[in-house]
Structure formats: structure tokens, C-alpha cells
């Protein structure tokens, strides 16, 4: 028996409701499996710890983590505590002192999902954003200057090592060189960033000629930012910063017709600490404790977790329950326009687990 152990993370709002569906699934795929165990390992940090104990997390909390296989959160961030307090007390400092620096999220039009865009068509998206996951916008340096004068300011700092840059282009031009049409699109914005971004192309450049059999070019984040509502079939990877990264999947969620299906994968591709998954939703406060947020983020995230832990055939059987329920569109919660519970999806995948 191969037994993963796994650290659950929770979190605030409806992240509590997804990732006891999460588990659900997974406990599903133990028994069709037979020769796996997940050991679970579920922490009640967020915002009502915050609130309460003044820490997102125990200051041990990295430690905990440290010894686990994989992490999966569920949302963070909920009224009463400032997004930049709970953001910066428990999913950056996992994301960094983990170096989980790539930051992959796919953006596939599955079947069942209806798109705001007339042209999409199931297949007719899929592409992957490689986001930056450690340093450039997000790396929390700055400054307050003359605070409360006339002259006040702020002054927020965006850091780009070449270790970081480099790593990141690598990473993406790897997998953009093992897609059918291996194409990659930098996102950019060098002339108005006179020197993160400058520096950002230079680095692409370099990295460019390693992989001679991908088709690479850069374009500002704005016109990239036009082109994904616009011809989102010509995309293949896209690779981004920080910031510009965060912004563009946001904005691919919103193509599959609903933030909260979409995935991503926080990797540390050394596996030299663990890897955490997350639906790319929020909190969802307004829905939070109604019983019908949507699941399939958070699913769909758990697929990436299987394939991280080499577990592949288990994470392509979960990916096959999820397009069979949204593909008879008779299980849908109001999200994507249908009217059932998040037990009721989870109930419906967890039968087509065991369809064959």
C-alpha cells in the first residue's frame, strides 16, 4: 500500500465546503485504486484564527507543512481581515519559502461549459498560462515616505532575479515544446517598465534560442490581455510574470464562463518541498456556508495534484468523472447556470468515478 500524506488547508468562506469535497473524491479513488492511501492532515488556519490569534497560521506552520507529499487550500481571505493581511500570512509565505515558483494554470474549454464568448466551442480553448509564483511584482518590498504630509507616498517595488526569470522561461518553453503546436507567448510591457520588463525580454531572448523548435514571441500585456477574448484558440502557453500572470488567468477563468472550475498548481518542480493545489476561486463570502459553491476548481486541481504525484491514471479518471457530469449539464451548480447543491456535484462525481 503506497500511502500519501497529504496537508488540507481549508481556509476561509466556501474553501471550507470544497475542500471536504476534495476529500470526498479522493477517498473514492483510494477505494477504486486499492493500493493507495491518502493520510489527510487537516489545519484550521485563515482569517477566524487570525482574528482570533492575531496569525493566519502558527509561526511553526512551514515546519508542519514541510514534511507532507502535496498541500491543497481551499480559499483565502474573508471581510473582517485586509486582503493584504491574509494574502501575505498564509498563501505567499507557502508559495515562497516552499519556492513553489511556477504557478501553472490551465485554461481548457471543457464540455458542458458555456462560454460568454460566442466563438468558444468545447476544445476550442486550452492553452496554459506559467505564471512567475516567488519574486517580481508580488515580492512584498517597498515603502511608506512622508506619511501624513502633502508629499506622501508609496512606493511599491517589483524584484527580477535572473535566477527566477530564467527558471520560469525554462520552465515554460518545456512544456510549450511538448504541446501539438509548440508555440509560447511572454507577456510584457517593457515599454512603459523601463527596466523589470526590459530585463524580462532580455532574459526571454536568451532562453529563446535554447528551444529552436518553439515558436516564441513577446506582447504586451495589454494587446495579450485583447487576444485572449479575441482568438484564445491560437494559445498554447503563455508565460508571465507575477502580476501580468494573476491579471490573465483571471481573465481565462472568466472564458470558461465561471472563475470557480478553474484550477492551478503551485510547483516546486525540484520537489524539494511539497507543491500546493487551489481552485483559482476566492472565498466567495456572499455564497459562503449556502452549500452551493462550485466544486469543480477544486477537483480540477486535485487532477493536477495526481499528476504531480505521479499518479496519472488516477488524476485522468477524476479529469473524465468531471467532463461527464459537466458534459450532461444536469448537475450544475448556479455558477454555471444549473440549480444544485456542492454535495450534489460531489455526489454525481463520485459516482462516475466508478463508471466505466
Known amino acids: 500500500m503506497k500511502q500519501f500524506d497529504l496537508h488540507l488547508i481549508p481556509g476561509d468562506g466556501i474553501g471550507t465546503e470544497v475542500v471536504a469535497a476534495g476529500r470526498r473524491v479522493l477517498h473514492r479513488l483510494e477505494l477504486l485504486h486499492g493500493g493507495i492511501s491518502f493520510r489527510f492532515r487537516v489545519h484550521d488556519w485563515g482569517c477566524e484564527r487570525y482574528l482570533k490569534k492575531g496569525a493566519m497560521m502558527p509561526a511553526e506552520g512551514l515546519g508542519i507543512l514541510a514534511d507532507g507529499d502535496a498541500i491543497l487550500l481551499g480559499a483565502v481571505g474573508f471581510p473582517g481581515v485586509p486582503d493584504h493581511v491574509s494574502l501575505r500570512g498564509l498563501l505567499l509565505p ?36 506559467i505564471r512567475e509564483n516567488t519574486e517580481g511584482e508580488y515580492c512584498g518590498q517597498g515603502r511608506f515616505e512622508k506619511e501624513g504630509t502633502e508629499e506622501e507616498a508609496a512606493v511599491q517595488e517589483a524584484r527580477f532575479s535572473r535566477r527566477g526569470t530564467e527558471r520560469i522561461f525554462r520552465y515554460a518553453f518545456a512544456r510549450a515544446a511538448d504541446r501539438k503546436r509548440p508555440r509560447l507567448i511572454s507577456a510584457t510591457k517593457s515599454n512603459a517598465l523601463n527596466y523589470s520588463m526590459v530585463f524580462w525580454d532580455r532574459i526571454f531572448e536568451e532562453v ?38 494573476d491579471i490573465l488567468t483571471d481573465l481565462g477563468a472568466a472564458l470558461l464562463g465561471g472563475i470557480g472550475v478553474s484550477p492551478s498548481a503551485n510547483l516546486n518542480p525540484e520537489r524539494r518541498f511539497p ?12 455564497i459562503a456556508g449556502k452549500g452551493v459553491a462550485d466544486p469543480i476548481g477544486t477537483f480540477w486541481s486535485i487532477v493536477l495534484m495526481l499528476e504531480h504525484l505521479n ?6 479518471r477524476l479529469m473524465a468523472a468531471i467532463e461527464s457530469v459537466l458534459r450532461r449539464g444536469d448537475t450544475l451548480t448556479p455558477d454555471l447556470g444549473g440549480t444544485a447543491t456542492t454535495a450534489q456535484v460531489t455526489d454525481r462525481v ?7
Open 94 to 129: 507557502i508559495r515562497q519559502e516552499f519556492d513553489q515558483y511556477v504557478n501553472l494554470r490551465p485554461v481548457r474549454m471543457l464540455p458542458g461549459l458555456r462560454s460568454p464568448l460566442k466563438s468558444a466551442s468545447a476544445g476550442g480553448i486550452d492553452f496554459v498560462v
Open 208 to 245: 529563446k534560442e535554447r528551444f529552436p523548435s518553439v515558436e516564441a514571441r513577446s506582447v504586451h500585456v495589454d494587446a495579450l490581455a485583447a487576444l485572449l477574448v479575441l482568438q484564445p484558440q491560437s494559445l498554447e502557453v503563455v508565460v508571465a510574470s507575477n502580476l501580468f500572470g
Open 275 to 286: 507543491s500546493m493545489f487551489e481552485p483559482v476561486h476566492g472565498s466567495a463570502p456572499d
Open 311 to 316: 499518479l496519472a491514471a488516477e488524476g485522468a
Open 350 to 356: 463520485v459516482a462516475a468515478l466508478g463508471e466505466e
